[in-house]
């Protein structure tokens, strides 16, 4: 059974840093892009960033580009993201998502990832 699940979120000032980690199990994610988004009550999932099967291509949305980092570490099966001079608006549930095996493209749309952690909450104070 895969399972994706996400650590790391919290609670801290604007400016501040958090680094999120999604730990896989069930199959090996080597040959999948894997991404983050993140969901706000009431609004759709967004898109905050994605990494290519190998590690050697990233994606951001114009929103956190320069402040977020992703990275992976296949032998771990992790996923992370650095975020870094955090704002109120990154206020949100943050969820892992992986494609399907032999999937290592980069696509930023939802549909195309066939499996998803649960969430760790992010809150930005102001």
Excluded at 32 to 55: C, D, H, L, N, Y
Excluded at 63 to 87: C, E, G, H, P
Excluded at 91 to 97: G, N, Q, S
Aim: charged share 15%.
């Amino acid at each position: 059974q895969v399972q994706l699940v996400e650590s790391g979120g919290g609670l801290v000032q604007a400016g501040g840093s958090l680094r999120l980690s999604c730990a896989a199990s069930g199959r090996t994610f080597s040959s999948s892009a894997m991404g983050w988004f993140r969901q706000t009550p009431g609004k759709e999932r967004e898109f905050v960033a994605a990494i290519s099967g190998s590690g050697s291509s990233t994606y951001y949305a114009d929103s956190v580009k320069a402040r977020f980092t992703i990275s992976r570490d296949n032998a771990k099966n992790t996923l992370y993201l650095q975020m870094n001079n955090l704002k109120p608006d990154d206020t949100a549930v943050y969820l892992c998502a992986a494609r399907s095996i032999g999937s290592p493209l980069i696509l930023t749309s939802t549909r195309w990832y066939a499996y998803w952690g649960q969430g760790t909450q992010v809150t930005v104070s102001s």
